[in-house]
């Protein structure tokens, strides 16, 4: 690593505030996170590659406003792209389970390397995990991507970096370094997953959610609608449940590692919410949105006076889909769901507010006629001088509404949700409800 970039790392790192990094193994869900785990940091400020072969600089002083980070970069990988300090997230997979879906994406996705070799060659399971132009795809695969870094283990590079992507970042590969084995790739993933901000696990993923909102301080996501996958029940053979143990060894013990400490982390953070029941009919999510408020009172900030509300703005709230961009504004929006009732948080000093909520597609018309509004679980009546699918809607939101730690919880409910497929004849399977652009607070006008 070249001296300047030390230097630089040492400085930025003792001043700058922490960024977020997702590390993601490929196969474990990551695509489905990635959407929710962007809705809490600003658009502007989340790294926008998630592929070495994207980054053709590498420029760390170029990315100190980035705080978030996410993509297949391997554990340690991640460490040139900023001098910012780092904490990391994950997501791990029963490596059996990552094997098999690894199989079924390359058969599936023509753009794979070897995509052409498995069809050809008619390529059974068990012959994936063996064959040497396939099994690098299914061997070990969390233990290698956790423990790549350029500096202690760039042999592992085959992970991730294509022979364009090996020339462009060979200046920063440190080929002097002894290459490691799987064993000692084990022991770094262990200590990664010791490290991590947060871990979950893909076979618990609703239960890992509940604990990445328990560690960030965030309101629940409530259900969600996986992306990206390509559910089959599959029984393995006692030939491939051989082969994958062979191969497998150290993943395997990564997993049960990282089962035992999930559900460590698991009991604990129950033991710790449960200082927030009052009602034993309380579910979990409602313990995580008690603590999430408790902190965000104490620490968070109140917005005064009139403000605009966009969607490359972080959301806190549930039952919204990813950012989307609309032409020619050149902004965001978002779609409501998967489930009917959604919801979008804002922390403000207790007035009374005119509020304007942008609508700029549906379903159907009639969802817009029905949407139900409500404020702090209180529904208020709303008015609208527009007709088809683009309405600004009016309502007001006494101040009496309004918490007095200083919530206003805005609710959205559609009675009719559909996935996007059917709505618009397109490949997307998401169930959606109402698209908004934009939510304008004003002080009400004293009667």
């Given at each position: 690593m070249k001296a300047w970039f030390k230097r630089l790392f040492r400085t930025k790192q003792n001043q700058a505030e922490p960024a977020v990094y997702f590390a993601h193994i490929p196969k474990t869900a990551g695509t489905s996170f990635i959407v929710l785990l962007d809705r809490f940091f600003n658009a502007e400020h989340i790294f926008p590659h998630q592929l070495w072969r994207e980054n053709k600089e590498i420029d760390p002083s170029a990315n100190q406003s980035y705080k978030l980070y996410r993509g297949h970069f391997g554990g340690g990988g991640v460490q040139v792209l900023t001098a910012r300090p780092i904490e990391n997230l994950t997501i791990l997979r029963h490596p059996a389970s990552l094997a098999h879906s690894t199989y079924q994406f390359v058969k599936r996705e023509q753009n794979t390397k070897v995509h052409q070799l498995v069809q050809d060659a008619d390529m059974s399971f068990a012959d994936f995990l063996t064959h040497p132009s396939t099994a690098p795809l299914v061997q070990n695969r969390m233990i290698r991507n956790i423990s790549f870094d350029f500096k202690e283990d760039p042999s592992a590079q085959e992970v991730f970096l294509s022979a364009e992507t090996i020339e462009y970042l060979q200046s920063i590969i440190?080929?002097?370094?002894?290459?490691?084995?799987?064993?000692?790739?084990?022991?770094?993933?262990k200590y990664f997953i010791n490290k991590c901000r947060w871990f979950g696990l893909l076979e618990r993923f609703d239960e890992s959610l509940q604990l990445l909102c328990f560690v960030m301080n965030w309101p629940p996501v409530g259900s969600t609608q996986k992306l990206n996958t390509f559910k089959k029940n599959y029984q393995l053979t006692?030939?491939?449940?051989?082969?994958?143990?062979?191969?497998?060894?150290?993943?395997?013990?990564?997993?049960?590692?990282?089962?035992?400490?999930?559900?460590?982390k698991i009991n604990a953070m129950k033991i710790k919410l449960e200082a927030f029941r009052s009602d034993s009919q309380q579910s979990?999510?409602?313990?995580?949105?008690?603590?999430?408020?408790?902190?965000?009172?104490?620490?968070?900030?109140?917005?005064?006076?009139?403000?605009?509300?966009?969607?490359?703005?972080?959301?806190?709230?549930?039952?919204?889909?990813?950012?989307?961009?609309?032409?020619?504004?050149?902004?965001?929006?978002?779609w409501t769901g998967p489930g009917h009732q959604a919801f979008l948080d804002f922390w403000v000093t207790p007035e009374d507010y005119q509020l304007s909520i942008r609508i700029i597609n549906t379903t159907d018309e009639t969802v817009l006629d029905n949407i139900k509004i409500t404020i702090n679980d209180k529904?208020?009546?709303?008015?609208?001088?527009?007709?088809?699918?683009?309405?600004?809607?009016?309502?007001?939101c006494p101040k009496e509404l309004i918490q007095d730690n200083g919530l206003l919880r805005l609710g959205i409910e559609c009675e009719q949700m559909i996935s996007h497929s059917e709505a618009f004849d397109s490949d997307d399977e998401r169930l959606v409800g109402i698209a908004v652009h934009w939510i304008k607070f004003k002080h009400a006008k004293a009667a």
């Amino acid at each position: 690593m070249k001296a300047w970039f030390k230097r630089l790392f040492r400085t930025k790192q003792n001043q700058a505030e922490p960024a977020v990094y997702f590390a993601h193994i490929p196969k474990t869900a990551g695509t489905s996170f990635i959407v929710l785990l962007d809705r809490f940091f600003n658009a502007e400020h989340i790294f926008p590659h998630q592929l070495w072969r994207e980054n053709k600089e590498i420029d760390p002083s170029a990315n100190q406003s980035y705080k978030l980070y996410r993509g297949h970069f391997g554990g340690g990988g991640v460490q040139v792209l900023t001098a910012r300090p780092i904490e990391n997230l994950t997501i791990l997979r029963h490596p059996a389970s990552l094997a098999h879906s690894t199989y079924q994406f390359v058969k599936r996705e023509q753009n794979t390397k070897v995509h052409q070799l498995v069809q050809d060659a008619d390529m059974s399971f068990a012959d994936f995990l063996t064959h040497p132009s396939t099994a690098p795809l299914v061997q070990n695969r969390m233990i290698r991507n956790i423990s790549f870094d350029f500096k202690e283990d760039p042999s592992a590079q085959e992970v991730f970096l294509s022979a364009e992507t090996i020339e462009y970042l060979q200046s920063i590969i440190n080929q002097q370094g002894p290459s490691i084995g799987d064993d000692e790739r084990l022991e770094r993933a262990k200590y990664f997953i010791n490290k991590c901000r947060w871990f979950g696990l893909l076979e618990r993923f609703d239960e890992s959610l509940q604990l990445l909102c328990f560690v960030m301080n965030w309101p629940p996501v409530g259900s969600t609608q996986k992306l990206n996958t390509f559910k089959k029940n599959y029984q393995l053979t006692e030939l491939e449940k051989a082969s994958l143990e062979q191969v497998n060894q150290q993943d395997l013990a990564l997993y049960e590692y990282a089962c035992v400490q999930f559900d460590e982390k698991i009991n604990a953070m129950k033991i710790k919410l449960e200082a927030f029941r009052s009602d034993s009919q309380q579910s979990l999510d409602d313990l995580l949105d008690f603590n999430y408020q408790s902190y965000q009172a104490r620490h968070g900030q109140k917005t005064t006076g009139d403000f605009h509300y966009g969607f490359s703005q972080p959301l806190f709230g549930s039952q919204w889909h990813r950012r989307e961009i609309m032409q020619p504004e050149n902004e965001f929006f978002r779609w409501t769901g998967p489930g009917h009732q959604a919801f979008l948080d804002f922390w403000v000093t207790p007035e009374d507010y005119q509020l304007s909520i942008r609508i700029i597609n549906t379903t159907d018309e009639t969802v817009l006629d029905n949407i139900k509004i409500t404020i702090n679980d209180k529904t208020v009546p709303w008015q609208t001088q527009d007709q088809g699918v683009v309405r600004v809607l009016e309502l007001v939101c006494p101040k009496e509404l309004i918490q007095d730690n200083g919530l206003l919880r805005l609710g959205i409910e559609c009675e009719q949700m559909i996935s996007h497929s059917e709505a618009f004849d397109s490949d997307d399977e998401r169930l959606v409800g109402i698209a908004v652009h934009w939510i304008k607070f004003k002080h009400a006008k004293a009667a």
